[in-house]
Nanobody, 122 residues
């Protein structure tokens, strides 16, 4: 499956952004979808994951209550709504597709999109 992320940009602290990740090539609804991020000088970390139908999700503690992951299987797209953004949310955000249920492990995702940069100014 091919993944194309978009929606990053520069935003002030407290603001919002919505990231999108469009998939093509295979049956989108067969995959667990996730967002990861990598801040400058840090390792890539899990942000959120969503089950095949969208009925179940999980989040990193650092984004709970602020970020929402969602998917539209008819549009082959997964979203990440990011509210109340903080400077520490600055990172390159990447979407990924895998088969392990709501996994937060990088190694369990088979397909990756290119990243989209989110910069949050203070």
């Amino acid at each position: 499956v091919q993944l194309q992320a978009s929606g990053g940009g520069l935003v002030q602290a407290g603001g919002s952004l919505r990231l999108s990740c469009a998939a093509s090539g295979r049956t989108f609804s067969n995959y667990i979808m996730a967002w990861f991020r990598q801040a400058p000088g840090k390792e890539r970390e899990s942000v959120a994951a969503i089950a095949w139908s969208g009925s179940s999700t999980n989040y990193a503690d650092s984004v709970k209550g602020r970020f929402t992951i969602a998917r539209d299987n008819a549009k082959n797209t997964v979203y990440l709504q990011m509210n109340s953004l903080k400077p520490e949310d600055t990172a390159v955000y990447s979407c990924a597709a895998g088969s392990r249920y709501l996994s937060r492990k990088l190694s369990e995702y088979d397909y990756w999109g290119q990243g989209t940069l989110v910069t949050v100014s203070s």
